[in-house]
């Protein structure tokens, strides 16, 4: 199915497919289950009601009629946007790998900056001069070679930004819709860099960017990026967030070295403590790129960028129409607030991989369960 843009009328199963991203209770890895499921967004949202009460919801989910998703595409043309979804022949490869990739992006600016090699630059709002000055010498010259990847937020982020602007291209990352600029001191930046590069958002728009949001972007910075470079960053920083993730993600994870009397250096150093490759120059993030798997070649022309899955839609379990009722009972009374990995669940149930997967998927839509990145599963607070 090809994206939807500013030059063409949302088809049905577009449509149906934002509905279902927007549908109460299904994140990523609940969407990408659904329509591996079921085939099509629209069987997904028929089944949808009748899958939550098996999972034990009373409430009715809240669906999206279909006005509200043609009133989102509609909206997001008139800001010259379009829509990408997960399996669209230009979603990004690298990001289309976590077991958690959005199920719909909106874009602004040219879809192509988001398929480039790109590198990561992130760290804190409270930055000092130097750290600024480093996050845009580093962008500045890293975007002569890689898209340069970062939040748009206040600090090393709009220091990464502007220095990539001056050399190349760079993708900014939005917690909240397009249309909400977060800084709002930011919106000038955010249309300079949709006119040369891409402003990404997951959230649809009209959402302010709230504090749960960040997680989320986090990780698209990192999904995007061949690896992340953080400079300046507390020990409880966003940004360690957002190197976590490129780490399991399989990527690379790079930090510029700081004082051990700035708290603001402690999270950057600890990353170099903990393996992280010691960044002074654009040099020594270029010449680490080659170790990562896949991606010899960027720097060069020997290999082909890393592809996205054949089917990027395919379930992380097989999965059949039903689960039976005493499956319920049985994967329910394994599930608790500690994350446990799927395939455990299979061991100590003694049901098969298709009636848990079944199982996990009411629950989810259910609003009881969470599904992780890893292939892991967590029973929310309110269920116990």
Known sequence: MRPWTRRSHPDPDIIARLRLARTEGVGPITWRRLLARFGSAGAALEAVPRLARAG???????????EDAAAECAALARMGGMLLFLGDPG??????QLDDAPACLSVLGDPAALAAPAIAIVGGRNASSNGRTIAEMLARDLAAQLVVVSGLARGIDTAAHQGALDAGRTVAVVAGGLDRPYPEANAALQDRIAASGAVVAEAPLGTTPQARHFPRRNRIIAGLSLGVVVVE????SGSLITARRAQEAGREVFAVPG?????????GNGLLRD?????????DVLAALPRIEGVTGYLGAAAAPPEASPDPTLPLLPSVPEAPDTAHETVRALLSADPVAVDDLVRRCQLSPSAVAAVL??????GALEALPGGRVMLLPAAH
């Open 275 to 283: 393996g992280a490759v010691l960044v002074e120059t654009a040099a």
């Open 259 to 267: 004082s051990p009397l700035d708290p603001r250096a402690h999270g």
């Open 91 to 96: 979603y990004p490869p690298l990001l289309a």
């Open 56 to 66: 034990g919801r009373a409430q009715p989910v809240v669906i999206p009629p279909p």
């Open 361 to 366: 998927l009411d629950l989810e839509l259910a």
């Open 233 to 236: 960053a507390a020990l409880r």
